[in-house]
Structures are given as C-alpha cells and as structure tokens.
C-alpha cells in the first residue's frame, strides 16, 4: 500500500512538471489562453505583468480556500499538493524557455502538441486519482449547492476565460485553444482508459448505502439500485448502478475497495448515456 501511494504521489508530481513545462516552453510564449489558471496567468500577466508563478498560486490557494469553506476537508485534500507544488514548478522551469529555443511561429502545429501533452499530463493525474484543483474547485461548489452539471460548469468557466484571452490577443487564439482544449480531453480519455468516455458501474456489496454516499456527494455523480436474485443460492440481494466519467473511474474503483474489499463489480464501457442531469 505504501508503494502504491510513493507511485501515485510520483506520478502526481512527475505530471505537474511536465505541466509546468508545456506552459514555460509553449502556452505562455505564445499567449494562448485555453482557460484555467494558466489562462487567467497569461492574462493577468499581459494587463499588469505580475508573474505568472504567483498569479497562479495566489489564485489557487484562495479557490483552496473556498474548497474547504464550500466542499469540507475530505474533497479539499486531494487539491493541495497541486496548488502548491504547481506554481513552484512553474517559477523553477521558467529559466528553461531561455535555455530551449523553440520555434512557436506555427500556431497549428503548437495546438496540437500542447493539446496532447496536456491530455498525457491531466489524463496521468486523473488516472491515479488527483485533481488539478484550480478553476474546477468552482464547477465542485456549483454542483453540489445548484446541481449544475461539472462538464457543464467547467466548460462555462473555460470559455469565459478563453473568450477573455481573445479579447486581448485576438479572435484566432480563441480558434487555437478550442483546438488545444478537444485534443486535450481527448488524449485524457484515452491515457485514463480508452475506448468510452463513459464507464458503468455495476456494484454487489453489504455496505450498499455508505458506497451509494460516497457516489453522489463525493464524486457527484447519481446512482441507480435495482434488486437481483442471485441463480446459484437464490439469495436476493441490491446491485448499484452508476454511469461515470472515465476520468473517475479510478477514484470510484479505489473508493469501493476503501469502503467494502469484499465487494464485486463489473464495470463496462458506455459508448452513449443521454437524460437526466
């Protein structure tokens, strides 16, 4: 177990470099906003010049802040090493754009690349189970007190920041950064799992109503319980049923052997989930 967590923490940090390179080498050189808070950065470094290290790390300790006010401990914690190694890494890797000379020039070929490095780097976060924090701490809070849709929320927050970044450097950057942005959530799935953007989840366990807690107000995401008779002991018993986002399907997996190690799931693939909220 404790190798398993030096895994995760080091995949965790090997991705925020990683992060904090494409944004040095590439997003910021080439003032592409493509929302969160390396957009607001770029932005706010164009207006007043402040450093971009700092606008980010400022602007992640307050939504920090308003995660633990507004979400509680337990979803608050998953966010901290991000928002404070993050900006570290940024402000340490900014001497490299001096040093690695790269040709920006082309604007398509630069979508592209930053758009797949930045699936490799958020789908590899996702996948052992840490979140970015930044601007989605807002999508987490709107959720739970409006239950209004995360992707709907979060793609809102994007735009609006991507529609700002237009504004001062141009209707084209927009264009780029809806390039970089598909590509981005593309790549994501694919690193996380592949094949579906979406997973179900069919779950026998004793502690049917502590895994069906933890669905809907830890990963915010609505559970279906239908019950089954078993064809060898005849025994009735209660199936959950959850539909999630394939970048949670590491957190909801990890989250059921947490709670019942005795538990049998089934997880499948869903290429189409239409209705409800």
Same mark, same amino acid.
């Given at each position: 177990?404790?190798?398993?967590?030096?895994?995760?923490?080091?995949?965790?940090?090997? $991705? %925020?470099?990683?992060?904090?390179? /494409?944004? +040095? @080498?590439?997003?910021?050189?080439?003032?592409?906003?493509?929302? #969160?808070? &390396?957009?607001?950065?770029?932005?706010?470094?164009?207006?007043?010049?402040?450093?971009?290290?700092?606008?980010?790390?400022?602007?992640?300790?307050?939504?920090?802040?308003?995660?633990?006010?507004?979400?509680?401990?337990?979803?608050?914690?998953?966010?901290?090493?991000?928002?404070?190694?993050?900006?570290?890494?940024?402000?340490?890797?900014?001497?490299?754009?001096?040093?690695?000379?790269?040709?920006?020039?082309?604007?398509?070929?630069?979508?592209?690349?930053?758009?797949?490095?930045?699936?490799?780097t958020n789908g590899l976060m996702y996948k052992v189970g840490f979140s970015n924090g930044g601007?989605?701490?807002?999508?987490?809070?709107?959720?739970?007190?409006?239950?209004? $849709? %995360?992707?709907?929320?979060?793609? /809102?927050? +994007? @735009?609006?920041?991507?529609?700002?970044?237009?504004?001062?450097? #141009?209707? &084209?950057?927009?264009?780029?950064?809806?390039?970089?942005?598909?590509?981005?959530?593309?790549?994501?799935?694919?690193?996380?799992?592949?094949?579906?953007?979406?997973?179900?989840?069919?779950?026998?366990?004793?502690?049917?109503?502590?895994?069906?807690?933890?669905?809907?107000?830890?990963?915010?995401?609505?559970?279906?319980?239908?019950?089954?008779?078993?064809?060898?002991?005849?025994?009735?018993?209660?199936?959950?049923?959850?539909?999630?986002?394939?970048?949670?399907?590491?957190?909801?997996?990890?989250?059921?052997?947490?709670?019942?190690?005795?538990?049998?799931?089934?997880?499948?693939?869903?290429?189409?989930?239409?209705?409800?909220?």
């Amino acid at each position: 177990m404790k190798e398993k967590l030096w895994y995760r923490y080091g995949v965790l940090l090997a $991705s %925020l470099f990683l992060s904090a390179l /494409v944004f +040095n @080498l590439f997003l910021y050189p080439t003032n592409l906003v493509t929302g #969160g808070m &390396n957009g607001v950065a770029i932005i706010i470094n164009h207006i007043i010049e402040i450093d971009p290290a700092i606008v980010i790390f400022v602007g992640s300790l307050l939504l920090l802040g308003l995660s633990y006010l507004f979400l509680g401990l337990d979803q608050t914690a998953g966010s901290v090493v991000a928002t404070i190694v993050y900006p570290v890494f940024v402000e340490i890797t900014e001497p490299l754009s001096k040093l690695i000379v790269i040709d920006t020039s082309d604007l398509i070929l630069m979508s592209i690349l930053i758009g797949v490095l930045l699936g490799i780097t958020n789908g590899l976060m996702y996948k052992v189970g840490f979140s970015n924090g930044g601007l989605n701490i807002i999508s987490q809070i709107f959720y739970k007190y409006f239950r209004i $849709s %995360l992707s709907k929320t979060t793609m /809102v927050i +994007n @735009l609006i920041v991507v529609l700002i970044g237009g504004f001062y450097f #141009g209707f &084209n950057m927009v264009l780029y950064a809806l390039v970089i942005i598909y590509i981005s959530s593309f790549v994501i799935d694919k690193v996380i799992l592949g094949i579906s953007n979406n997973k179900a989840f069919y779950i026998t366990t004793t502690e049917d109503e502590k895994v069906r807690d933890y669905l809907i107000n830890t990963l915010h995401h609505t559970v279906t319980i239908f019950d089954v008779k078993g064809g060898f002991l005849e025994k009735k018993r209660r199936v959950l049923l959850a539909v999630i986002p394939t970048r949670d399907y590491f957190r909801l997996k990890e989250g059921i052997k947490e709670i019942d190690p005795h538990a049998f799931f089934v997880v499948t693939d869903a290429y189409e989930v239409k209705g409800g909220k």
